[in-house]
């Protein structure tokens, strides 16, 4: 079958073969007057004819080609998103091989922008969400937005400027501390606040909170689920036994038990504690105790462990650690008439002193 543009050529060779036959008939008769009117109107619009099918046949190439690389790129495409896109299943499968041993199982998989979100649970407890390239290759612990990016240097200027205000006085001041209990640079606060409480702690208002985020009944900290636990453990000590049994928990947790507070147990019965009193607050009471402290925390502007608030003011001396006299000095400027406790010098904790500056955001 012939294609368009093969026939428009035998159209345009037919008109040029006509043209050429009579010129030769009129040169082979021999006449000498000019071409007649007829003749040339003709041969006008057979040139036209022919130049409008060259026209033609050249915008169908240049049509047929863009088409061409329309196709390939499309097949390019496809060929490329089918290589770098294994799919939801595919992702599913993988996690569950790595969970098989840990008795953990896959929630679900789903879309999110360019990734896969994965929700997965570990002996029947929810775990927070990861994410996975679509070409299954990298897992990603935490995605963070340009709007959250955004979100946390407001958040800093604005506690930039609220440290460089006056911390306001009163006659009872007010300080909260607001930490994660995995946070190094937290319980560095912690252990430089304990003289600190133990010298005032009948003249200034101590408020201790846990900076987390709660979302419904999933609630997420900064160093993960064996954090959120020991939160939830720490808030229910706090809760039931008050800040002197508090403040001896984690000083004892801080300094003996590490980063996943396996000794916490040890601890309690070293100090009176229940541990099963306390297992039984976190089953039924840790996610009211944790949405508690999250609202508390985003409430004050508490997303950096730690952060020190003296009567509503955000104050840098939080960083001071390993010094307790700092401490005391800032919460002493806050009184309106100074109690004789704040004449007490407390001693530097030099161990503590190695890490100043730092915190967990």
């Not at 896969?116 to 996975?132: C, L, M, N, Y």
């Not at 963070?144 to 958040?155: G, R, W, Y």
């Not at 205000?165 to 009163?170: E, L, N, Q, V």
């Not at 994660?180 to 009948?202: I, Q």
Request: net charge negative; charged share 30%; aromatic share 8%.
């Amino acid at each position: 079958m012939e294609t368009e543009p093969e026939k428009i050529e035998e159209v345009v060779a037919d008109v040029s073969q006509a043209s050429e036959k009579e010129e030769t008939k009129v040169e082979g008769e021999g006449v000498e007057q000019s071409v007649s009117p007829e003749v040339k109107e003709k041969k006008k619009w057979e040139c036209k004819l022919l130049t409008l099918c060259k026209e033609n046949n050249r915008i169908a190439i240049l049509s047929a080609l863009v088409l061409l690389i329309v196709l390939m790129g499309g097949l390019a495409f496809f060929r490329y998103y089918k290589k770098n896109n294994v799919g939801a299943e595919a992702i599913k499968s993988k996690i569950e091989t790595l969970l098989k041993d840990q008795g953990g199982e896959v929630n679900e998989v789903v879309i999110d922008g360019d990734l896969f979100k994965v929700t997965i649970s570990i002996a029947g407890k929810e775990q927070p969400s990861f994410f996975v390239t679509k070409d299954g290759k990298k897992l990603i612990q935490d995605v963070i937005t340009f709007e959250e990016i955004e979100k946390q240097k407001a958040e800093a200027k604005k506690q930039e400027e609220e440290s460089n205000r006056p911390i306001p006085k009163a006659e009872k001041p007010r300080v909260d501390l607001y930490v994660m209990s995995f946070c190094p640079y937290g319980n560095k606060a912690e252990d430089t606040m304990k003289p600190v409480y133990d010298l005032l702690k009948n003249k200034v208002d101590f408020n201790f909170h846990y900076i987390v985020t709660v979302e419904g009944n999933d609630v997420q900290s900064l160093h993960g689920p064996t954090e959120v636990t020991q939160n939830e453990r720490e808030a229910c000590v706090l809760r039931d036994y008050g800040k002197d049994k508090w403040f001896a928990f984690v000083s004892y947790v801080n300094s003996k038990c590490g980063s996943d507070g396996s000794c916490w147990e040890t601890g309690a019965k070293s100090l009176g504690l229940n541990s099963a009193k306390i297992n039984d607050c976190v089953s039924k009471d840790g996610l009211s105790l944790m949405t508690a402290n999250g609202e508390a925390s985003t409430e004050a502007g508490a997303s950096g462990s730690p952060t020190m608030i003296i009567n509503g003011i955000s104050s840098k001396v939080a960083y001071q650690y390993g010094k307790p006299e700092t401490y005391k000095k800032a919460i002493c400027d806050a009184f309106n008439v100074a109690p004789a406790e704040c004449a007490k010098v407390l001693a530097d904790q030099t161990a503590s002193a190695t890490a100043q500056g730092g915190s967990c955001n």
